[in-house]
């Protein structure tokens, strides 16, 4: 009698491979971008329904003081994927800008760091990352991608590598424009006119030549400004599967919807083995976008709109695990990258931003709005329903917590900053192993919180802070963000000094007549500080000037730059046909 071939393949297969799918947890982890921790109805947002995202609280864990390893989409994105704070893979700027802005830059997260995307891949997962990357793309040729996606454990990708900026969505205006307008015009102009002044005077070989200098450079900036801000989407905002650019620049109206359908047919195809599916979503950073079925189903504009969709994306995600049956094996996880941008008002004068709640201002900053994300955790059987956790933990915590799931081990020859989070999830422990957190903006030390062994206060020292502007607020709407070096800072020495436990909103920084223990309690966080900068060991930065300019053979170009690059060639162009549920008051 024949053997059926089937059982055939059953004893021939690895005993690993046998066990594989039956052991080991699934995960899907999913990250909005720029998402205010107010603007959630499970942390207290009466206006702005999100029942799907409550759901997920509802039905799982709910930290209040979960926090970004940075104020700044890449570095917090790579202190996420890595477990690291980002100062040690070099994801941490010295100057100006702390992102990553176009894509033909040589910039990115180095091979040498490893990502729990790669440690799951090596354990026999199918893993995918669908939306935003931010970390880079090529080094040496617009085809080499050593810093894509691929190069760190992701089989699949399909999104944008860099960020979703107004720029990137005809009529929104341009970002830099605000950068740009800081430029001493007026000075430079100022110049111009007194060597004017002088040539007219008689000083005219040497007032001619530098007059004519100074119109030169006025005119060159000006020229290059208006190449750059014309032709920025074409070069930079495009959407990428695998490793080719199927659209340049991508249209975004039903780009939700698009990758929330790649997600679906992912789950749907390895829903027979472990997987791990990371969902970076390019909302609710501007310039904002909505599908036509979202338009106006809010109370809060457009950026209202954009969070009932996300909102509907993550209830597709969790209605097809329950249809493939894998609810019970999947942990979902839920956060921001960092807190709101403040400063995004449209060009129409609407506001475009998120709430921090009762925290204190929002992205790019240090202060708990920058900060402070939501982070839940679900997966039915492990993880008790409707807990709260208010102990401080980060979002590097995912990389052991994700490791030791998958029945990895931690890498042993790097410093990981984060702990596994399980065991405080699931009730075994009642106190986060982070006794310090250090928080940077960009490569400069900032704060540090310190939750002491034994006592219920929870220390946040500040060594420097932004100079908001207008003084009355909590951003920097002259600059269109804060900057983290001087002059756009005030230093404070001692720091300013906090008792979150029962200052959360940092409304009052305490003092030697309001703390008695002032003096020592802000010695030991300076000597913490102290301890933690020396253990950060030297590496590239890839936040340079000379890793952030322009460079032609770096561009990705679907099709020439004669013709701007432009294509459309993504053969998922309809929207999900599902049910839109959209709950308005």
Request: charged letters at 20%; aromatic letters at 8%.
């Amino acid at each position: 009698m024949e053997i059926p071939r089937i059982l055939i393949s059953l004893v021939l297969l690895p005993a690993s491979s046998l066990s594989l799918g039956a052991s080991k947890p699934s995960f899907v982890l999913m990250m909005v971008d720029d998402l205010g921790i107010g603007d959630l109805g499970c942390y207290g947002n009466t206006t702005l329904k999100t029942p799907n995202i409550d759901r997920l609280a509802q039905d799982g864990v709910k930290l209040t003081q979960h926090l970004a390893a940075s104020p700044l989409c890449t570095p917090s994105r790579a202190a996420f994927l890595t477990g690291r704070y980002p100062i040690r893979s070099g994801m941490a700027s010295y100057g100006h800008v702390g992102v990553f802005i176009i894509s033909a830059a040589s910039g990115g997260l180095p091979r040498e760091e490893i990502t729990f995307a790669r440690i799951l891949k090596d354990q026999g997962y199918k893993t995918a990352l669908i939306g935003k990357w931010h970390q880079g793309l090529s080094c040496e040729h617009r085809g080499d991608h050593c810093h894509h996606p691929r190069v760190h454990g992701f089989d699949h990708f399909y999104g944008i590598p860099m960020t979703n900026l107004r720029d990137c969505q005809p009529g929104h205006g341009s970002i830099f424009y605000a950068a740009f307008a800081h430029v001493p015009y007026g000075k430079l102009l100022a110049t111009l006119g007194g060597l004017v002044a002088l040539h007219t005077a008689g000083a005219r070989v040497a007032a001619r030549r530098l007059a004519t200098g100074l119109a030169a450079l006025l005119l060159a900036m000006a020229g290059l400004l208006c190449v750059f801000i014309l032709t920025f989407a074409d070069l930079n905002c495009f959407l990428m599967r695998g490793e080719e650019v199927v659209e340049q620049p991508y249209v975004a109206e039903n780009l939700t919807q698009r990758m929330t359908g790649e997600a679906v047919e992912f789950l749907e195809r390895n829903s027979d083995v472990p997987f791990l599916l990371f969902f970076s979503f390019l909302q609710v950073h501007t310039g904002l976008f909505a599908s036509p079925r979202f338009r106006g189903k809010s109370r809060h504009g457009l950026y209202g709109d954009v969070v009932t969709e996300v909102d509907w994306c993550v209830g597709q995600i969790m209605k097809t695990l329950e249809r493939l049956e894998l609810k019970e094996k999947t942990l979902v996880y839920l956060t921001s990258d960092q807190g709101p941008h403040l400063e995004e008002i449209s060009v129409h004068g609407e506001v475009h931003h998120g709430y921090s709640g009762i925290y204190r201002a929002g992205k790019s900053t240090n202060w708990e709005g920058g900060i402070r994300v939501p982070g839940i955790f679900h997966w039915p059987g492990k993880l008790p329903a409707g807990k709260v956790i208010d102990e401080p933990t980060s979002n590097m915590d995912l990389f052991p917590s994700v490791v030791n799931l998958a029945g990895a081990s931690i890498p042993s020859d790097r410093k990981i900053d984060g702990h596994d989070l399980m065991p405080l999830l699931q009730g075994r422990v009642v106190r986060s192993d982070h006794e310090f957190m250090f928080h940077y903006c960009n490569a400069n030390l900032n704060a540090v919180r310190w939750h002491p062994a034994n006592s219920t206060s929870l220390w946040k020292a500040l060594f420097f802070t932004p100079n908001f502007y207008p003084e009355n607020t909590t951003g920097c709407f002259h600059m269109h963000i804060c900057h983290c070096i001087d002059p756009f800072i005030t230093h404070h020495d001692p720091p300013l000094l906090f008792d979150l436990s029962k200052d959360p909103s940092e409304s009052k920084p305490l003092s030697p007549a309001t703390e008695p223990n002032f003096h020592s309690i802000v010695g030991v966080m300076v000597d913490a500080a102290k301890a933690h900068e020396q253990g950060v060991e030297p590496v590239p930065e890839q936040l340079t000037l000379q890793h952030h300019l322009w460079k032609p053979w770096l561009q990705p170009c679907c099709s020439t730059l004669g013709q701007l690059c432009r294509c459309k060639r993504d053969h998922r162009q309809g929207v999900v046909e599902a049910e839109v549920e959209v709950h308005v008051e």
